[in-house]
Structure formats: C-alpha cells, structure tokens
C-alpha cells in the first residue's frame, strides 16, 4: 500500500515539475500581441506571424502534424542570450536527474526517467551563429520529457537559435507526430541569415 503510494506521489511530483520547465520556455510575463497575423514561407513552413510587446516577433506554423512556434527576441546583446541559454539548459537539465522523494513510512522513491526517454543534448556551431537543443519525446499536452512508452505522443525539439551578428536570439519549440521524422532536418535548416532577412524589420 505504502509502496503504490509512493509511486503515485512521485509521478505527480514528476508531472508538476515538468509543468513548471513548461511554463519556463516562455516569457515569464506573457507578451500581448500588438499586430494582426500575416503568412511568410521560410524554411518550406508557412509561419503566422505576429508581433508583441518587449520588442518580440512570434512564428507560428501547425499543420497537424508539424507544430513549430519560434520566438525572435531582438536587440539582445551577447551576454545576455549567452546567460539566457546557459540558465535555460541548466534548468532543462535538471530536471531528468534523479530525484529523491520522501513519503510517510519507512520506504522512499526516487524518480528517474530512463536513459532511453531523456532528451537529447546537442550544439550545432557555424559561422556567426550557434544551436543550443534538446531533441526527446513530449505527451498528449506538448510537455516536454515523457519518461515512459505510454505517455509518447509526439517528438519534441527545444533550443535556442543565437545570432549575435544581429543582435537576435530565436527560441525554438518544436512537436511533430511521432510517424514523422524530421526533427533534425528542421533544426539544420533554420539559420539566422534567413529569419533576419524576411522578418526583421531594418
């Protein structure tokens, strides 16, 4: 009995967290959309495009079974999307390390996703630019790090696109279904010479 409510504790501990890192790939303070959408092609996606508060620019493309939403974070100078992408992976790292959880009685559990399940760390270096993402598996709800076959829905990709010749980071959110494999293709086509190009205005 003890033993079957430990294992529920600690799932809902480990969805609870997972929540949070959710709610921490985006802005902290939701932006407000200032302008109406309009429809670019980049990348051979179409993207909604909008902009919004704090100097943001959002693209966002769903067909039903890609699902993309890149966030272009302007006049960022180097220090700071360096620290932003630093604090970001920290934090998405943390969260698929082992964790200890205490219940009544004289067992404890600890939570730990499989190796198998944990996303996947990668940096993509050239010239002027530098991709920082995990790629993994996400549930029904799009949150990142499902940790068990049954709760798979979708691959996922997270990161950040850095462009500090232009002064520009893009944060990356990523889902497809999970028939379709083109996660990686995706990450090596974006680039920071063709959004500065077609969405940033000079």
Avoid: W
Wanted: charged share 20%; glycine share 4%.
């Amino acid at each position: 009995m003890l033993k079957k409510r430990g294992n529920i504790l600690a799932l809902a501990s480990l969805i609870i967290i997972l929540i949070i890192l959710s709610g921490c790939t985006h802005q902290e303070q939701i932006p407000q959309k200032i302008s109406k959408s309009v429809v670019k092609n980049i990348f051979d996606y179409s993207f909604n495009v909008s902009q919004s508060e704090f100097n943001q620019t959002y693209l966002e493309h769903d067909d039903g079974q890609e699902i993309i939403t890149l966030k272009l974070i302007q006049n960022i100078n180097s220090e700071v999307a360096n620290s932003m992408i630093s604090d970001r992976t920290a934090l998405f790292e943390s969260i698929f390390e082992p964790k200890r959880v205490d219940y009544p009685g004289q067992y404890t559990h600890t939570i730990i996703c499989p190796d198998k399940f944990k996303p996947k760390y990668s940096e993509i270096n050239n010239t002027d630019e530098q991709i920082n993402y995990f790629i993994g598996y996400a549930n029904s709800n799009k949150v990142a790090g499902a940790c068990s076959a049954d709760l798979i829905k979708y691959n996922f990709a997270y990161g950040f696109l850095n462009c500090p010749k232009n002064n520009m980071l893009v944060e990356i959110n990523y889902y497809s279904i999970l028939q379709l494999n083109k996660t990686q293709q995706f990450i090596k086509s974006i680039n920071c010479a063709e959004i500065y190009n077609n969405f940033i205005e000079k």
